[in-house]
């Protein structure tokens, strides 16, 4: 299946730190991607739509002045937690689809935050 | 609003049996439907997608879909305990940039 990676894999901050996360598509392009969080024994939550050369599309509830979204190309979104929180502390993923219309996607390993 | 219903669990079965996991929708424009695997403090992994009524085989998964009933299910023939993870449901509209509706997951649990 397609592979998409993300890194860091795990990141440990302090509080008010600002904290990024990539997202990129290894062997396909994606003009979309999606971004999740996850807190322990729920289920995923979608955050926002990545979409490349526009602006990103949030979820109710989530800031976007807080999570911001850049996706700078075909094969790179980010994901940028800012003055980070203790309960911003949580699972983040990234999926993104496989071109083709078949709206398969695959998931990146996804990300441990943890706010001091 | 679009919703994708399925029993949490956990679901208890023993080593060798089968097990069922059930999903429910209530869009009926869905038109894709999905299967992930989950384990635990891992990201979901895909284990196989449906689009048209009936039956679908890959090894000892098969899924069952119905749309006239909003219905899907996998099953997985010879439980093992490595299969012991949480299964995602979700479903889509087919829609260019529009994110799967994911379930709230069924936790399985076989015991060796």
């Known amino acids: 299946g397609a592979v998409v990676s993300q890194h860091p894999s795990r990141v440990i901050c302090k509080s008010g730190t600002s904290v990024k996360i990539e997202c990129r598509s290894l062997d396909f392009q994606a003009t979309t991607m999606f971004w999740y969080r996850q807190f322990p024994k729920q289920s995923l939550m979608l955050m926002a739509t990545?979409?490349?050369?526009?602006?990103?599309?949030?979820e109710q509830g989530v800031e976007k002045d807080k999570f911001l979204i850049n996706h700078a190309s075909l094969t790179l979104s980010t994901l940028t937690v800012t003055s980070a929180h203790p309960e911003d502390s949580s699972f983040y993923i990234c999926?993104?689809?496989?071109?083709?219309?078949?709206?398969?996607?695959?998931f990146g390993p996804g990300t441990r935050l943890t706010v001091l | 609003q679009k919703e994708v219903e399925q029993n949490s669990g956990p679901l208890s079965v023993p080593e060798g049996a089968i097990a069922s996991l059930n999903c429910t929708y209530s869009d009926r424009g869905s038109q894709s439907f999905f299967w992930y695997r989950q384990y635990s403090g891992k990201s979901p992994e895909l284990i196989m997608f449906?689009?048209?009524?009936g039956d679908k085989e890959d090894g000892r998964f098969t899924a069952q879909l119905n749309k006239a009933s909003q219905y899907v299910s996998l099953l997985i023939r010879d439980s093992q305990p490595s299969d012991s993870a949480t299964y995602l449901c979700a479903v889509s509209l087919n829609q260019a940039g529009t994110a799967l509706i994911f379930g709230k997951g069924t936790t399985l649990s076989v015991s060796s």
């Open positions: 999926s993104a689809p496989v071109a083709g219309g078949t709206d398969t996607q695959y």
């Open positions: 990545s979409n490349e050369g526009s602006k990103a599309t949030y």
């Open positions: 449906i689009y048209s009524n």
